[in-house]
């Protein structure tokens, strides 16, 4: 497993349906080292911190292997990386082998697997379809999100370790296939909640899903 590059950058304004709007999902490329905070990397800053962002969503990664995907796909060249807003592009790490509540070693940092990337419209604003949206949900190629826990340095060539498997084993893409496929999957909800990686968000997504199937259960 691999960095292959880390990418930041500042919220930029942008139109959308007529009206500026702040967006961070613009990043480029970093030479060198950076340094990775307990909320963000040196250089980067979310614009919406509603929605993206905080200790749960510090570092968004994405795998180098789908750039390929999407080129074929959509019949172009492949896009430059942080084209989906990543700050990590990584290799050997998809969402089939990757778990929430996984531990990695990046360079000088340990990060810890939270939850898969939901795409947001601006992720269709700059894809130049909203359509693209829904294409990427279900295609599983979402990405995911990690918490720092502890601060360090990386750069573009580390190599990554994973020192810690989470015992439930629920991959990013089952993770996926749970919010928004297969929402009715009481034993995988109450395997994801176990979880105490899982993000607060998400945590709070999976046990209003099991109440609402006991609540079904019992009319």
């Given at each position: 497993?691999?960095?292959?590059?880390?990418?930041?950058?500042?919220?930029?304004?942008?139109?959308?349906?007529?009206?500026?709007?702040?967006?961070?999902?613009?990043?480029?490329?970093?030479?060198?080292?950076?340094?990775?905070?307990?909320?963000?990397?040196?250089?980067?800053?979310q614009a919406d911190l509603r929605v993206h962002g905080g200790p749960d969503k510090a570092v968004y990664v994405y795998p180098?292997?789908?750039?390929?995907?999407?080129?074929?796909?959509?019949?172009?060249?492949?896009?430059?990386?942080?084209?989906?807003?990543?700050?990590?592009?990584?290799?050997?790490?998809?969402?089939?082998?990757?778990?929430?509540?996984?531990?990695?070693?990046?360079?000088?940092?340990?990060?810890?697997?939270?939850?898969?990337?939901?795409?947001?419209?601006?992720?269709?604003?700059?894809?130049?379809?909203?359509?693209?949206?829904?294409?990427?949900?279900?295609?599983?190629?979402?990405?995911?999100?990690?918490?720092?826990l502890e601060q360090g340095e990386v750069g573009a060539g580390d190599s990554i370790e994973r020192i810690r498997t989470d015992?439930?084993?629920?991959?990013?893409?089952?993770?996926?296939?749970?919010?928004?496929?297969?929402?009715?999957?009481?034993?995988?909800?109450?395997?994801?909640?176990?979880?105490?990686?899982?993000?607060?968000?998400?945590?709070?997504?999976?046990?209003?899903?099991?109440?609402?199937?006991?609540?079904?259960?019992?009319?």
């Amino acid at each position: 497993m691999k960095l292959i590059s880390v990418q930041v950058g500042r919220p930029r304004t942008v139109r959308w349906r007529g009206k500026p709007v702040a967006t961070g999902i613009y990043k480029q490329p970093v030479a060198g080292r950076v340094m990775v905070y307990q909320l963000n990397l040196d250089g980067d800053q979310q614009a919406d911190l509603r929605v993206h962002g905080g200790p749960d969503k510090a570092v968004y990664v994405y795998p180098v292997e789908h750039y390929e995907s999407w080129a074929q796909e959509r019949g172009q060249t492949r896009d430059p990386f942080g084209q989906f807003g990543e700050n990590f592009t990584v290799e050997g790490m998809v969402e089939e082998t990757v778990h929430i509540g996984d531990i990695f070693q990046i360079g000088d940092t340990k990060l810890e697997v939270t939850q898969p990337r939901v795409p947001c419209y601006k992720l269709g604003l700059k894809m130049g379809s909203m359509q693209f949206l829904k294409r990427f949900l279900a295609s599983g190629r979402t990405g995911y999100y990690m918490r720092v826990l502890e601060q360090g340095e990386v750069g573009a060539g580390d190599s990554i370790e994973r020192i810690r498997t989470d015992p439930e084993r629920v991959t990013i893409r089952q993770a996926v296939r749970l919010a928004f496929f297969e929402q009715d999957d009481v034993a995988m909800l109450e395997k994801a909640l176990r979880i105490p990686a899982l993000s607060d968000e998400w945590r709070i997504m999976f046990q209003e899903q099991l109440a609402e199937i006991t609540s079904d259960a019992t009319r």
